[in-house]
């Protein structure tokens, strides 16, 4: 049984940042494809990041472009997402995923394993 659980989640001023980590067990993780969606009150879940299996393809929302850096260290079975100036937009509950292949995608729906998430708030 696969288990994806977050840290790093927290209260940040915005222009702050932030550094979220996603533990995996229960399987081998190098071949697979992680995401990092977020959900805030009253939206749907929404795609930020996703990483193919080596590390090589990533992809964000447009939304984090350019703040958000998403890799990933297949030794430590983690996936990281490095969030820099912060904006209050960005406070939701952040959850990383797994997909059952190694390529990535920004469809919730492709992904197989989700973790419990991690709280960000980002105060103005």
């Known amino acids: 049984q696969v288990q994806l659980v977050e840290s790093g989640g927290g209260l940040v001023q915005a222009g702050g940042s932030l550094r979220l980590s996603c533990a995996a067990s229960?399987?081998?993780?190098?071949?697979?494809?992680m995401g990092w969606f977020r959900q805030s009150p009253g939206k749907e879940r929404e795609f930020v990041a996703a990483?193919?299996?080596?590390?090589?393809?990533?992809y964000y929302a447009d939304s984090v472009k350019g703040r958000f850096t998403i890799s990933r260290d297949n030794a430590e079975k983690t996936v990281y997402l490095q969030m820099n100036s912060l904006k209050p937009e960005d406070t939701a509950v952040y959850y990383c995923?797994?997909?059952?292949?190694?390529?990535?995608?920004?469809?919730?729906?492709?992904?197989?394993?989700w973790g419990l998430g991690t709280q960000v708030t980002v105060s103005s």
């Open positions: 995923a797994q997909r059952g292949d190694g390529s990535a995608n920004t469809d919730s729906r492709k992904y197989d394993y």
């Open positions: 229960g399987r081998t993780f190098s071949p697979y494809a």
């Open positions: 990483i193919n299996w080596s590390g090589r393809n990533t």
